[in-house]
C-alpha cells in the first residue's frame, strides 16, 4: 500500500527517505546559468565562438546526470511493489504540471514576438495556434514542416521542453527494462553511451552538444546522445555509493559548475575537436565528480544550504517557464542590434522577471497542481 505521505509528496523522493538538499541546490545554480546564457546568447548573432557563457548549455546534460541520480535513489528500491505504470504516474505528476505551464506562458506571450527574426509566426492562425497548445501540453513533437517560428522546434512555444521529452525517453527506457540490468552490464551500457557521445563531440560538426530539440536524424541522434551517458551514468553513481566528502560541498562543487559552464570555448574556428574533447571531459568526468561531491552530505544545514534549498525548489520551474522571455529579448536584441553593454539593464530585468515568474509558477501553480493530482492518482494502492 501507498502511505499517504508518499502519495503526496511533490518530490520525486519518499518521504522516509533524507534528501541530497546539496544536489537540489546544484540544479538550481545550473537553471540560473541557463538562463545567463540564453540572455548572452542573444548577442552571440548565431555564433558559438561569440558566446559569453560558452558552454551554458552543457547544464542540461548536468540536469539528466542528476535525474538518473535521483530517480535510482527514489525508485530503485521500490519495484517490488510498484507497477511500470505506477511509476509512471509519479513521473508525470512531478514534471507535467509545469509542462503545461510553460506551453501555456509561451503562448500567452507569442504576441510579443513578432520581430523580424519570426517572420513566419505573423501566419499563425488561433486554429493552429490551438493546436500548437495541445501537441505541447501532450508532449508530441511538431515536424520541421509544421513548426511555425522557423528554428526547427519539437517545442515551439516553449523551446527548452525537448529536453523533458527526452527525460521521458530515459524514465520509460529505466522503467522498461534498463533497470534490471546488474551494475556490470549497466556499467556497459554507459561505456558505450560515452564513446557515442565523444563521438558527436569530437567528429560532428560543431564540436560541441548544441542540438537535441529538432525532428530530424541529427537532432535526434545528438538528443539520444546527450541523454543516454548523463542519466543511466546517474544511476550507476547512485547504485556504486561513490561519495567525496569535502568542506563547503556546496559552494565548491557549485564553483566548478559555473567555471566549467563559463571558460572560453577551445580551439578556434579550426579545431572544433579541442572543444568537443572539453564538453566531453566536462560530461564524463567533471559532472559526475561535482555530484559525488554533492552527495558526500544529505540533510545539510547552514545559510548556504539553505540558500541551495531555495533554488533548488525554484529550478524546473525557473528552467521551463523562462524561455518565452528569451524569445521576445532576443528578438528586440537583434532588430535594434543591441550590444551586451547596452541591453545589460533590459537582461537584468528580464533575468529577475524570469525568477519572480518562476517563484509565483512554483507556489501557486506546481505545488499545488502535483499535492492534488498526488491525492487524486497516487493515493490508491
Known amino acids: 500500500m501507498t502511505s499517504p505521505a508518499a502519495a503526496t509528496s511533490t518530490d520525486?523522493?519518499?518521504?522516509?527517505?533524507?534528501?541530497?538538499?546539496?544536489?537540489?541546490?546544484?540544479?538550481?545554480?545550473?537553471?540560473?546559468?541557463?538562463?545567463?546564457?540564453?540572455?548572452?546568447?542573444?548577442?552571440?548573432?548565431?555564433?558559438?565562438?561569440?558566446?559569453?557563457?560558452?558552454?551554458?548549455?552543457?547544464?542540461?546534460?548536468?540536469?539528466f546526470l542528476l535525474s538518473g541520480f535521483v530517480v535510482a535513489y527514489a525508485y530503485d528500491d521500490r519495484w517490488g511493489g510498484m507497477s511500470q505504470w505506477a511509476f509512471y504516474k509519479r513521473r508525470l505528476v512531478r514534471l507535467q504540471p509545469m509542462i503545461v505551464v510553460g506551453t501555456l506562458i509561451g503562448a500567452a506571450l507569442l504576441g510579443l514576438q513578432h520581430w523580424s527574426l519570426f517572420p513566419?509566426?505573423?501566419?499563425?492562425?488561433?486554429?493552429?495556434?490551438?493546436?500548437?497548445?495541445?501537441?505541447?501540453?501532450?508532449?508530441?513533437?511538431?515536424?520541421?514542416?509544421?513548426?511555425?517560428?522557423?528554428?526547427?522546434?519539437?517545442?515551439?512555444?516553449?523551446?527548452?521542453?525537448?529536453?523533458?521529452?527526452?527525460?521521458?525517453?530515459?524514465?520509460?527506457?529505466?522503467?522498461?527494462?534498463?533497470?534490471?540490468?546488474?551494475?556490470?552490464?549497466?556499467?556497459?551500457?554507459?561505456?558505450?553511451?560515452?564513446v557515442a557521445l565523444v563521438g558527436l563531440l569530437v567528429m560532428g560538426p560543431?564540436?560541441?552538444?548544441?542540438?537535441?530539440?529538432?525532428?530530424?536524424?541529427?537532432?535526434?541522434?545528438?538528443?539520444?546522445?546527450?541523454?543516454?551517458?548523463?542519466?543511466?551514468?546517474?544511476?550507476?553513481?547512485?547504485?556504486?555509493?561513490?561519495?567525496?566528502?569535502?568542506?563547503?560541498?556546496?559552494?565548491?562543487?557549485?564553483?566548478?559548475?559555473?567555471?566549467?559552464?563559463s571558460l572560453p570555448r577551445f580551439g578556434g574556428t579550426e579545431r572544433l575537436w579541442i572543444n568537443g574533447l572539453y564538453e566531453a571531459a566536462c560530461v564524463i568526468l567533471l559532472f559526475p565528480l561535482i555530484v559525488a561531491i554533492g552527495a558526500g552530505e544529505k540533510d545539510a544545514d547552514g545559510p548556504s544550504v539553505r540558500i541551495a534549498r531555495f533554488f533548488g525548489d525554484l529550478s524546473y520551474p525557473l528552467y521551463i517557464t523562462h524561455y518565452p522571455l528569451i524569445y521576445i529579448y532576443t528578438g528586440w536584441v537583434v532588430d535594434r542590434k543591441v550590444g551586451p553593454a547596452q541591453g545589460a539593464m533590459v537582461g537584468a530585468g528580464v533575468f529577475v522577471l524570469a525568477v519572480t515568474i518562476a517563484y509565483a509558477c512554483l507556489?501557486?501553480?506546481?505545488e499545488p497542481a502535483r499535492r492534488w493530482l498526488a491525492r487524486r492518482v497516487l493515493a490508491r494502492a
Not at 558552454?55 to 542540461?60: E, F, N, P
Not at 500548437?132 to 515551439?156: D, F, K, N, T
Not at 541529427?218 to 547512485?238: E, K, N, W
Not at 567525496?244 to 560541498?249: E, L, P
Open 12 to 63: 520525486a523522493t519518499a518521504p522516509a527517505k533524507s534528501h541530497y538538499v546539496i544536489l537540489d541546490g546544484l540544479r538550481g545554480v545550473a537553471a540560473l546559468m541557463v538562463v545567463a546564457f540564453h540572455l548572452f546568447e542573444a548577442h552571440a548573432g548565431g555564433s558559438p565562438h561569440k558566446q559569453i557563457i560558452n558552454h551554458g548549455y552543457l547544464a542540461v546534460d548536468f540536469f
Open 120 to 194: 513566419k509566426l505573423e501566419t499563425v492562425t488561433a486554429l493552429q495556434l490551438l493546436g500548437i497548445i495541445l501537441l505541447g501540453v501532450m508532449m508530441i513533437p511538431m515536424a520541421p514542416s509544421a513548426e511555425p517560428r522557423g528554428w526547427g522546434e519539437i517545442y515551439p512555444l516553449n523551446g527548452p521542453q525537448w529536453s523533458l521529452f527526452y527525460e521521458y525517453v530515459a524514465n520509460i527506457l529505466y522503467a522498461v527494462g534498463l533497470r534490471k540490468l546488474s551494475n556490470r552490464w549497466l556499467g556497459a551500457l554507459v561505456a558505450v553511451a560515452a
Open 206 to 261: 560543431r564540436g560541441d552538444v548544441v542540438g537535441g530539440w529538432a525532428l530530424d536524424a541529427q537532432g535526434v541522434r545528438i538528443g539520444l546522445s546527450r541523454v543516454m551517458f548523463p542519466f543511466f551514468a546517474g544511476v550507476l553513481l547512485m547504485r556504486l555509493g561513490k561519495r567525496i566528502k569535502v568542506r563547503n560541498a556546496f559552494a565548491v562543487c557549485s564553483l566548478l559548475l559555473v567555471l566549467a559552464l
Open 363 to 366: 507556489k501557486l501553480l506546481d
